[in-house]
Every structure is written in structure tokens, then in C-alpha cells.
């Protein structure tokens, strides 16, 4: 009777487990169904559906710049096309990474907008100097990327001129440009607070000093002579003081040199 009774116990054991394994894969299969129908379902319904087709190309810019109204080009520049591309596919955080990946664009947000809009809104770099000579084809923006000049906010008049890199290589396109660094400092300072001066071209070849042409309220030019590091809205409060200085004595020397410690020596 003890066999009979442990046989069955065992028999009874295998089939609750065979129930448990049968159960286990009806569930998985049914899991798997499921998957394969909202997959299916969610294809036809976001990615096939026509509905959905990119028609609109929102782009918006915030301030002047290059970029505003080359509709086509940002497209073909960031692989997306209209009335063709599925609006569900085009994904955000790529088109965004494509767009900042231009050098003049210094801030990007993508959007979509249901049912068949992209809505994009960029900033763009704003150029402050050329490299080398007036005509350079790479111009330098205020935080020193270096940006292609023919996809860049054409300023009016001529850019001031940065030279003097001598051996030193400059970065293509979206890239830094350390040596320049000071000179640009020296540049946004004068653009803030001091308007009536306007520097034409600094020499940055040494590295203790700067050699500038600048007009002062566009009449003579004058050079200036600067330390390479230091307070430059002290340099140029005290650069300015001392042309006012001449113009009213109608002296004719022009050259200003500041790197004798805040002394301004006129020659």
C-alpha cells in the first residue's frame, strides 16, 4: 500500500509539474502575441500611417543670423525629408545632435508637432574677427569656435583681424581657438563699453603683449600696444582717456603703448 501510495504521490508530482511548464509557456506564448500585435499595431498606426508624413518644416530663429530662411539646406544637412519621412521616426535628440553639430549654431530645440510638423528653434554664433587677413574664409565667434564664414551671420562692415598664429595650427571649423583666447576678450570688452573705439587688427605673434590699429570714432588710426594678459577695461578706459587727451592738444603722434604697467606711454 506504502508503494502504491508513494507512486501515485509521484505521479501526481510530475503532472503538477507538467501543468506548471505547459502553464509557464501558454503564458509566455500569450506575452509574445501580445508583443507582436502592438508592435504590428503601433507600425501601421505611427510609422506606416500617412497621417503622419512630415509636411512641415517649423524653423525658427532666435535673433539674425544665417540659418533663419535655408529651410532646405538645414534639412539636407540634418538627413530629413519632407512629405516623405514618417514624422514618429525622425528622432529629436538626433536632429538636435545633427544641428549643433554646425558650427554657427550655438543652441538648438527640436519638437514634433502632431501630425506632420518639426519644429526646430536655433541661435546662431555671432562672428567677431577674421583669421589672418579680412577675406579668411574662417572667422572666429565671441567664445573662440571657429566658425566656417559662408555659413555665418555676415556682419556689416569688415571684421576686426586677428593675425600672428605664426606656427600655430588653426582648428577647422567647430573647433577652438585657445591662442586667440585674449584677444577676444579684448575685442568683447571694447564692443560692450567702449563703442567709439573700433580695433582694425591685433598682432597676437608674442606672447607678452598685442600690438593693435584702432580709430577712434572713425577718424585717424592709431596704434596701440597692450599686455597680452591683464584688466582690459582698465587698458581701455586709460587707451581712451589718452586719445581724448591728444585729440584736444592736436598732437599728432599715434602710437600708444600700455605695457609699461598702466603707464601710458605716447610716441
Not at 568683447?188 to 591685433?202: F, G, H, K, T, V
Not at 580709430?215 to 582717456?241: C, H, K, M, V
Request: proline share 6%; charged share 25%.
Amino acid at each position: 500500500m506504502e508503494k502504491r501510495a508513494k507512486k501515485n504521490n509521484v505521479q501526481s508530482g510530475k503532472k503538477a509539474v507538467n501543468s506548471f511548464i505547459w502553464l509557464l509557456v501558454a503564458i509566455l506564448l500569450c506575452l509574445v502575441l501580445a508583443g507582436l500585435g502592438i508592435y504590428f499595431a503601433g507600425n501601421w498606426f505611427f510609422f506606416q500611417n500617412r497621417h503622419f508624413t512630415f509636411r512641415v518644416f517649423d524653423l525658427r530663429e532666435e535673433g539674425p543670423g544665417y540659418w533663419g530662411n535655408k529651410h532646405a539646406l538645414l534639412m539636407k544637412r540634418i538627413g530629413i525629408t519632407a512629405n516623405k519621412d514618417n514624422l514618429w521616426k525622425i528622432d529629436p535628440a538626433k536632429v538636435r545632435s545633427r544641428v549643433l553639430a554646425i558650427p554657427s549654431i550655438s543652441s538648438c530645440e527640436v519638437r514634433r508637432i502632431l501630425p506632420d510638423t518639426l519644429k526646430i528653434t536655433i541661435s546662431e554664433r555671432i562672428p567677431r574677427a577674421a583669421i589672418e587677413n579680412p577675406s579668411s574664409p574662417r572667422v572666429l565667434a565671441a567664445d573662440g569656435t571657429v566658425l566656417n564664414r559662408y555659413e555665418s551671420l555676415a556682419m556689416p562692415g569688415a571684421l576686426p583681424v586677428i593675425t600672428g598664429f605664426g606656427f600655430s595650427k588653426i582648428p577647422a571649423p567647430g573647433g577652438k581657438c585657445p591662442a586667440a583666447d585674449n584677444a577676444l576678450k579684448l575685442l568683447n570688452e571694447c564692443l560692450r563699453n567702449y563703442p567709439d573705439i573700433s580695433i582694425i587688427y591685433i598682432n597676437i605673434a608674442r606672447k607678452d603683449r598685442m600690438e593693435c590699429f584702432l580709430r577712434y570714432r572713425n577718424r585717424r588710426t592709431y596704434r596701440a600696444i597692450l599686455p597680452a594678459e591683464g584688466r582690459f577695461d582698465y587698458l581701455l578706459s586709460a587707451l581712451q582717456s589718452t586719445i581724448i587727451d591728444v585729440l584736444k592738444n592736436n598732437d599728432p603722434r599715434t602710437t600708444f603703448d600700455l605695457s609699461y604697467r598702466g603707464q601710458v606711454v605716447i610716441r
